[in-house]
């Protein structure tokens, strides 16, 4: 039976990851903080996931669970997710984003070294490597050159990925562009465009405050994101690949079409404060995934306005839960 250990489990990411490969009979194992309460109550993750608490920052701890469970395949998927809160927290955000990864990295490698059996590796990149990207859109060739403490961070986890890769590792990257569901916490503007969609629409919530209206990305449907890291796991080789849709829309084109699922005509509600934008955000982000096409068989399943009905689907209900 293969086995992987999933760092991030409980994020939107993890969770779907997890239950996929657990419906596949892969024994799956997780990392969790103590005291988490998303793990405590097992949230997303498969009942069949076994769980192991440790501090992503604690190099023992990352090398005890690896030693122990002996994994087929590493997925990293922890991070402090917030551009926003990077600015906040920039040594955290490095402490978070980037280290954890060689020691994970250098992980897979003593226990390949020590068995003789392949260790796979898989880095849940982001397109916060490319920032201000001078080519539209951006392949796995465009330069890096991040503008945030967050896409700093996973630049440096980024190239160790390829330092190990050389090594004789295999390890590959697969850089994410803004992908969503119903599982993104409100902390994001997508969560956050629709769920106040839908308390307004229910009377829960007035008026809504965003940073932006203008700032373009390209927004995919996260369980395909996922799919991709698997994907990229079971690979032939080991590569860098970009998963995107290839389309980009506005947050305002995010905000209407929410809006209009709820009833509702987002000019009515929304404004824009411009002190708690994000500072030196990239105006478009759009990638080409050609590669994760042509070598991993990737595509998108749904849509930009699907994804949109889903989440405000989800939050309608849950504002619907909440009056009950």
């Known amino acids: 039976m293969p086995v992987a250990f999933i760092t991030g489990i409980t994020g939107q990411d993890g969770s779907y990851l997890a239950e996929s490969l657990a419906s596949q009979g892969v024994e799956v194992h997780g990392l969790v903080r103590s005291h988490d309460d998303r793990a405590a109550e097992q949230g997303h993750v ?12 604690n190099r023992e701890d990352l090398d005890r669970i690896v030693r122990s469970i002996k994994p087929s395949v590493i997925y990293n998927l922890a991070a402090v997710s917030s551009v926003y809160r990077s600015w906040a ?15 994970l990295l250098d992980s897979a490698w003593q226990l390949q070294e020590s068995t003789g059996s392949q260790v796979r590796f ?32 996973k630049a440096y986890a980024h190239h160790m990925v390829g330092v190990y890769r050389g090594r004789g590792l295999f390890a590959s990257s697969c850089i994410l562009y803004n992908h ?14 629709t769920a106040a969609a839908a308390r307004i629409a229910r009377d829960q919530q007035n008026t809504l405050e965003l940073g932006t209206l203008d700032v373009r990305r390209d927004w995919g449907w996260a369980p395909d994101y996922a799919h991709a890291l698997e994907l990229a796991a079971a690979s032939e080789t080991a590569d860098d690949f970009v998963i995107a ?22 000019q009515e509600y929304v404004s824009v404060d411009k002190s708690i934008a994000r500072p030196v955000d990239p105006s478009e982000q759009v990638g080409d995934a050609t590669r994760a096409r042509t070598v991993l068989g990737w595509q998108p399943t749904k849509s930009f306005e699907e994804i949109v009905e889903a989440m405000v689907d989800n939050d309608l209900a849950l504002a619907d839960s909440a009056l009950s």
């Open 245 to 266: 849709t290839g389309q980009t829309h506005s947050i305002a084109d995010f905000a209407r079409l929410a809006f209009a699922r709820a009833g509702l005509d987002w």
């Open 46 to 57: 498969h009942p069949d996931v076994i769980l192991h608490e440790g501090d992503i920052t």
């Open 122 to 153: 898989v880095q849940a990149s982001s397109a916060e490597l490319f920032g201000q990207a001078a080519e539209s859109p951006q392949t796995e060739n465009t330069p890096i050159r991040p503008t945030s403490p967050y896409g700093a961070a």
């Open 89 to 103: 927290e920039p040594v955290n955000a490095a402490l978070v984003n980037a280290v954890p990864v060689a020691q």
């Open 180 to 193: 969503e569901s119903p599982r993104r916490p409100e902390t994001f503007v997508t969560r956050k465009i």
